[in-house]
């Protein structure tokens, strides 16, 4: 099929993946008019993997010399109005970013065959983040809830399940999200890093560590690694007034949709036995032989 329903969103594929229409016009924007530049930083992710931590951890990474904590931006603003995302916020709202000073921290949802050619072509960087599927699910789930009245009730959580197994969901199918960035990034580390939330939960110091020096700001004492871990934390940024008001940009989504439970492992809270064999059983045909090992 060409259009499918998930939930209340009518979905499109283009480009192998599901969108809603209005996303794709978006994407096709980025597609003719984004420009990277060398020293640009893109943030890669699919929906519900930690794209808010990235879009914390990376803006305090790079100005994690500079100021204290009442100069850091994540106090004022949700971190999804710190970095913006190329075709939901940049290119919908007409954006000029050719303003920005490098470099520019930006953030797409598209998969690694649908990015502007700039941005494989160019010398910028991508840090790609892949988070266990049922972990995505369950969040994706909470997340499409936020948005439906108290009448509707929540989604149906077998329904959701269906299309998130079947990959028609946003920017799905996830597991395809995922492999195409991994290949990439085993072809091009240089380019693309590619890290896992679970992994990240474990041990922070370790792999913002690496993502630091990624980007060319390996960090010069343990104190800024812990400065940085710190303002980006999400006890910290689930509690600051900015992010338990508001919403972020059209979306409707409240500013604390964002900050749910911050956790590995709340698919066990969920998932029945039959849904955990029917997926545990579609990720190991998937990644069969890919050198891909996702937590799941
Ligand atoms: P849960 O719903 O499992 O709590 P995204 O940012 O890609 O939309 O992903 C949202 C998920 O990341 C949510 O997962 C959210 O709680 C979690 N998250 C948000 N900010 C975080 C942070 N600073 N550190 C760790 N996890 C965070």
């Known amino acids: ?105 930006l953030h797409t949802h598209l998969p690694y065959n649908s990015l502007p050619d700039s941005i494989k072509n160019s010398n910028c960087k991508i840090v790609y983040i892949a988070r266990n599927p049922k972990d995505v699910f369950v969040s994706l789930w909470h997340f499409m809830n936020k948005l439906r009245t108290e009448d509707e009730g929540p989604f149906p959580i077998e329904e959701a399940f269906e299309n998130f197994c079947s990959g028609a969901h946003f920017y799905g199918p996830y597991l395809d999200h995922v492999l195409e960035y991994w290949n990439k990034s085993r072809t091009l580390p240089h380019k693309i890093l ?41 006890g910290r940024l689930k509690n600051l007034e900015v992010n338990k008001s508001g919403t972020v940009f059209s979306s409707g989504f409240p500013n604390s949709s964002f900050f749910r439970l911050g956790t590995t492992g709340d698919w066990k809270n969920y998932f029945t036995p039959e849904m955990q064999e029917c997926l545990d059983e579609i990720v190991r045909l998937k990644y069969e032989g890919t050198g891909l090992d996702l937590e799941i």
């Open 194 to 234: 590619f890290l896992k939330y679970e992994e990240m939960k474990r041990n922070p110091k370790e792999h913002v560590g690496n993502l630091a020096s990624f980007l060319g700001k390996p960090f010069a004492n343990n104190e800024e690694l812990e400065i940085v871990l710190w303002r980006s934390s999400f």
């Open 1 to 105: 099929p060409k259009q499918i329903w998930f939930g209340h969103y009518e979905l499109c594929k283009w480009e192998g993946s599901w969108y809603s229409p209005p996303v794709i016009e978006g994407a096709l924007a980025a597609q003719s008019h984004f420009e990277a530049r060398d020293d640009d930083i893109i943030i890669a992710s699919s929906m519900k993997v930690g794209t808010t931590w990235l879009k914390s951890l990376i803006p305090s990474i790079m100005n994690c010399t500079q100021g204290n904590d009442h100069d850091d931006p994540l106090i004022a603003k949700n971190p999804h109005n710190v970095v913006h995302t190329l075709e939901l916020q940049v290119y919908p709202k007409k954006q000029d970013i050719s303003t920005l000073p490098s470099p520019r921290i």
